[in-house]
Every structure is written in C-alpha cells, then in structure tokens.
C-alpha cells in the first residue's frame, strides 16, 4: 500500500513530529506486543508524516535532516515501540547507499519514490554460512545487461512492509552490491517467520529470491563505498544506538508511573508511599544517571557524524566511527540492564504476564544481539590506544 505524504521541511518540524508519533504509538505498544500483532496501520502513518523521508538530499526535494535528528527521531520512536522504531532503520541505512554510490538517474528515480511513500525493507543477513558477511546470494549478470538474483536471506526487517527490498549480493568476481527488487517481483517471497522473545512486531523474517530479474539499473555497486573513508556503518550502527537508549527511556519511566501508582511500600521504611522510600530513590537517581550519559553519548556520537559527513577525512570518518562504537557499547548495557531494573524496583506485582513489563526486557535483550559490544568496545580501546583507525566494513 503507498499512503500520501507530507514532505517535512526541516529539522525541527521532524523533531516535533517523531515526538507527536511516539505519544500515538506508545498506547497501543504492549499490546500489540503481547498478542503480535504486525504494526501496518502504524508504519502508513509513520509513512504519511513524512519521516521516512528526512534524509532525502535537498537537492531532491528532501529535508535532509542532521544524523544527530535522525538519531533523536529514532530514540523518540523507541522509548514508544522499539520494534516499530526498528523497522525503518534498514531504510534509512539503504537510502545512504544511493546517496552515496547511486547514479543521478537512480537518485532521481528512488529520492522521488521515498518522497511519495515508498518503503525500504531489507534483505542483507544470511543464516548458515561461516559469518555475518559471507554473503552467498548471487547476482548473476544476463547477455542483454540485465541480472538474475538467487538466495535466501533471514533477519530481513522491514522487508515484508516494504514496497522496495534492497538485496546485498555478490556478483560474479565476488564485490559487493545492492539490487533494489520491488515487493511483489516475481521469484520474490518474503516469510513472516520471525519469532524472536523481542521485538516481536518488526517480521524480520526470511526473504527468499528465486531467478528475481533485475534491470540493470536498480543495481548499485556498494563494494565501492567501503574504498574510501566512509560513514555508511557509523549511520546505520547509530540508529541501533539510539533504539537502545530509547528502549532504556521508555523502560524507566514505565517503572516511574508503576511505582508512583501502583507500588505498595516495603514495611521496614516507614513510608506511606513507594516513592517516598530512600532505597528506591536511590536506585531511580542510578538509573537516571545512567540513561542520561547514554543519551549523551548519542548527541555526542551523532555530532561527530555530522562533522564528519561537512568533512570526510580518514580521521573525520574514524573519529565518527569510535564516536558511534562508544554509544553502542554503553547504550546496550544501559538498556538490558534497565529493563530487568523495572522488576527490581516495582516488586512482584510487577511480573505479572497482563502487565507485559518484561516486554522492555525482552526488546533490549534481542535488539542488543545484532552485533557484539565487546568488537566495539575493542575497537574503541586500539583506537584510544594506538591511534588504529576502525575497519570500514559497514559495522562501525
């Protein structure tokens, strides 16, 4: 389905409108949650705000908005649904390719398909093969230029709410490219087999591409991106960053309006409210304390990736990467730990299955295991000690 949309002019205006959703989205969040129900009818209103449509270039009708807004919009989003908040982030990180390595002809063609609704999904991971980036889908090139796509793909978010998937295959000498392959393609089938403890709403099930044509020019060469300094990765890993802080944010202040609510005082503190009690305020200011610093490393992180994207250097894109791998590290204890906080200071009551507070949990536990804190934190650790720049294979 394509819904009509606005074209947001700028920032601010994106601002005020990712916290205007997040306040429609958070009602129905637990439930849809608690019953997996697909969030359709809330990714065309997402759609029809014009969001997904912020980083569209100027130059294409776009507002082109700051990675520090676009991380903002996505931690305001998360703190309602992190799963709904999830979906797009594959778009986002598509929309960077062709910014990057598309044609004029294919810029024009998709910055204009973005502008009208269209969706990106994604089908990038593969399950079996020896890790993350043994891509096996091939792209086999035809005698009249066109392509022909076989493989299967699995983890594809956003895939099955999409109008466009992106495919990342390898051609025949082995780089790496992505072939841009509408929804309803024949030979294209996406699975809605996901059935993960969390994010249970964004269908990152399996894509399967069976003798998929694709023209010639639906194909972009991403094995070039990664030949110069780059930030494809630092975007992509920010917007995980800021699902985190977001899952974080709305896991606290579920457990504040609990335990404002609907906590009884433990007996020995001598209080006629729960949050009057000296333990649970210390406790609240320690969670508080961490949230903050993870938010601020999230400005932080995508201020570096904005000065780096007005100067692309080796160093710009380095320090942009570390900037990144800091809040991704931090953010994903932050969030694991302050979902399981929300049991710890809102009592027994608070396990309760109808409640679905694990729900925050659960989110944080899952979305945290896309890739490992420890490679981040690594990374981070050469670069502070021996000035070793990041890697450039998209992850950073």
Request: net charge negative; proline share 4%.
């Amino acid at each position: 389905m394509t819904v009509t949309t606005h074209v947001i002019a700028d920032d601010a205006e994106a601002l005020r409108t990712a916290a205007a959703l997040a306040e429609e989205f958070r009602a129905g969040a637990a439930g849809r949650d608690a019953s997996r129900t697909l969030p359709h009818a809330e990714l065309d209103r997402l759609t029809a705000t014009g969001l997904l449509a912020v980083t569209v270039p100027a130059a294409y009708g776009g507002a082109d908005v700051r990675a520090e807004t676009l991380a903002e919009i996505f931690r305001l989003l998360a703190t309602a649904d992190p799963s709904l908040a999830q979906i797009p982030q594959s778009h986002f990180a598509y929309v960077n390719v062709l910014r990057r390595q598309g044609t004029e002809e294919q810029r024009k063609f998709f910055f204009g398909e973005l502008l009208a609704g269209r969706r990106f999904g994604n089908a990038q991971s593969e399950a079996g093969t020896r890790h993350i980036q043994d891509i096996r889908t091939r792209l086999e090139p035809l005698p009249d230029g066109s392509y022909r796509l076989d493989g299967v793909k699995h983890y594809a978010t956003g895939a099955l709410f999409a109008h466009w998937i992106p495919v990342l295959a390898r051609a025949a000498n082995e780089d790496l490219h992505v072939a841009f392959v509408p929804r309803d393609a024949a030979g294209v089938t996406v699975v809605d087999d996901w059935d993960g403890m969390g994010q249970r709403t964004t269908a990152s099930g399996t894509v399967r591409l069976d003798a998929v044509a694709v023209p010639a020019d639906r194909v972009v060469p991403h094995h070039l991106t990664f030949e110069g300094p780059q930030l494809h990765g630092a975007v992509a890993q920010l917007l995980h960053a800021a699902i985190d802080v977001g899952i974080a944010g709305g896991a606290l202040a579920e457990a504040v309006e609990f335990v404002r609510t609907k906590s009884r005082p433990w007996f020995e503190s001598g209080f006629e409210r729960a949050d009057q009690d000296p333990l649970l305020i210390q406790r609240f200011g320690e969670l508080a304390i961490q949230l903050r610093a993870a938010e601020a490393l999230l400005s932080a992180a995508g201020r570096s990736v904005d000065a780096a994207s007005a100067d692309l250097t080796d160093d710009s894109a380095a320090e942009a990467s570390v900037a990144v791998a800091a809040v991704r590290a931090f953010a994903a204890g932050v969030a694991v730990d302050t979902g399981s906080a929300v049991f710890e200071v809102s009592g027994t009551r608070s396990a309760l299955d109808a409640l679905n507070l694990n729900r925050h949990w659960r989110d944080a536990r899952t979305h945290t295991l896309h890739d490992p804190a420890r490679w981040k934190v690594q990374h981070v650790g050469r670069y502070v000690l021996n000035g070793t720049r990041p890697p450039r294979h998209g992850l950073l």
